[in-house]
């Protein structure tokens, strides 16, 4: 396949809820009209930032195929299938129409904090299975394992495994996958923040909290840094600075939320455990929405 489709910006696509909790069709459509008409690259549905954990299998359906039928510009879709129960994935993944799914990108097992040779073979299994590429998603900070350099590298090897999302905040990690690994394995950075470093090292891009609210400014800085404008990709790195911890203060996806809300896109509302974001934070990040305009 052309994995060139997975090289730039990837929005991590927030799921909007209305009052009483149900999924915000109207909501998802401004969204997916605001990201797209900004530039992002690829579109990835029912990730961490989508509320993957408190979403019923069947919801993750609709919205797969409410985002499919309104991908007005025929963007690849990565698709979110993940968990810390293998068996369950795979079962997920017989039961997933795949026909208009580029990838899936799939978290690493939470919880149950496997070994680096459990981690592998569950990936290999989801692979073997999976009618479409494996994106790998590391993010120890979530999962309370990392997937090492070591294993990274050794997963690239497997035909249908194409490339990883790094959120584990270690460069050296990060720099010894892009060393090691084949020259067409994606390197994805899963820190917004993180993102034009990683682009120095061999990232191809990233995949995006910060795209649903601000998908130009961030898509811009992703641009310049691939094409070697490391100048001016830290314009727009610095001007992402501030209002990008409030996304993470609350529990993402609290944050990005309620920056959409008074961008006047969708609703802020999130599902328990997770609360709205508070009036302190609803502050900020109004102040910090007002310095970026």
């Not at 919205?63 to 068996?87: A, D, R």
């Not at 998603?137 to 249908?160: C, F, K, M, W």
């Given at each position: 396949m052309?994995i060139?489709?997975?090289?730039?910006?990837?929005?991590a696509?927030?799921?909007?809820?209305?009052r009483?909790?149900?999924?915000?069709?109207?909501?998802?459509?401004?969204?997916?009209?605001?990201?797209i008409?900004?530039?992002v690259d690829?579109?990835?549905a029912?990730g961490?930032?989508?509320e993957?954990?408190t979403t019923?299998?069947?919801?993750?359906?609709?919205?797969?195929?409410?985002?499919?039928k309104?991908?007005n510009?025929?963007?690849?879709?990565?698709?979110?299938l993940?968990?810390n129960?293998?068996?369950s994935?795979l079962e997920?993944i017989?039961?997933t129409?795949?026909?208009?799914?580029?990838a899936?990108?799939s978290?690493?097992?939470y919880?149950?904090k496997?070994t680096?040779?459990?981690?592998?073979e569950?990936?290999?299994?989801?692979?073997?299975?999976?009618?479409?590429?494996?994106?790998?998603y590391?993010?120890?900070?979530r999962?309370s394992?990392?997937?090492?350099?070591?294993t990274t590298?050794?997963?690239?090897q497997?035909p249908?495994?194409?490339g990883?999302k790094?959120?584990s905040?270690?460069?050296?990690?990060?720099i010894?996958i892009?060393?090691?690994?084949p020259?067409?394995?994606l390197?994805i950075?899963?820190?917004?923040?993180?993102?034009v470093?990683?682009i120095s090292i061999g990232a191809?891009?990233a995949?995006s909290?910060?795209?649903?609210?601000l998908?130009?400014?961030?898509s811009?800085?992703?641009?310049l840094?691939?094409n070697?404008?490391y100048?001016e990709?830290?314009k727009?790195?610095n001007?992402i600075?501030?209002?990008?911890?409030?996304m993470?203060i609350?529990s993402?996806?609290v944050?990005v939320?309620?920056?959409?809300?008074?961008?006047g896109?969708?609703k802020?509302?999130v599902?328990?455990?997770?609360?709205?974001?508070?009036?302190e934070?609803?502050?900020e990040?109004?102040?910090r929405?007002?310095?970026?305009n």
């Amino acid at each position: 396949m052309e994995i060139s489709k997975f090289h730039g910006t990837g929005v991590a696509l927030v799921t909007p809820f209305n009052r009483d909790l149900t999924i915000d069709w109207e909501g998802l459509t401004n969204l997916l009209e605001h990201t797209i008409s900004n530039g992002v690259d690829y579109l990835v549905a029912m990730g961490t930032t989508g509320e993957s954990a408190t979403t019923t299998f069947q919801e993750k359906m609709q919205v797969l195929e409410f985002v499919t039928k309104n991908n007005n510009s025929n963007k690849p879709i990565v698709f979110g299938l993940g968990g810390n129960n293998t068996q369950s994935i795979l079962e997920s993944i017989k039961n997933t129409d795949f026909g208009a799914v580029d990838a899936i990108l799939s978290v690493s097992p939470y919880y149950n904090k496997p070994t680096q040779p459990g981690l592998i073979e569950h990936y290999r299994s989801l692979a073997d299975t999976s009618p479409v590429p494996v994106i790998i998603y590391n993010v120890p900070g979530r999962t309370s394992s990392n997937i090492t350099a070591d294993t990274t590298i050794e997963l690239a090897q497997h035909p249908n495994i194409i490339g990883v999302k790094e959120a584990s905040g270690n460069l050296d990690q990060c720099i010894k996958i892009a060393k090691y690994t084949p020259d067409d394995f994606l390197l994805i950075s899963g820190d917004d923040l993180l993102t034009v470093p990683l682009i120095s090292i061999g990232a191809c891009g990233a995949i995006s909290v910060l795209a649903n609210a601000l998908p130009k400014i961030f898509s811009q800085m992703v641009s310049l840094a691939l094409n070697g404008n490391y100048v001016e990709s830290r314009k727009y790195l610095n001007r992402i600075y501030d209002i990008n911890p409030l996304m993470y203060i609350e529990s993402n996806p609290v944050g990005v939320k309620q920056a959409l809300q008074q961008l006047g896109i969708c609703k802020n509302y999130v599902r328990n455990p997770l609360l709205p974001a508070s009036q302190e934070l609803q502050k900020e990040i109004t102040s910090r929405l007002k310095k970026l305009n």
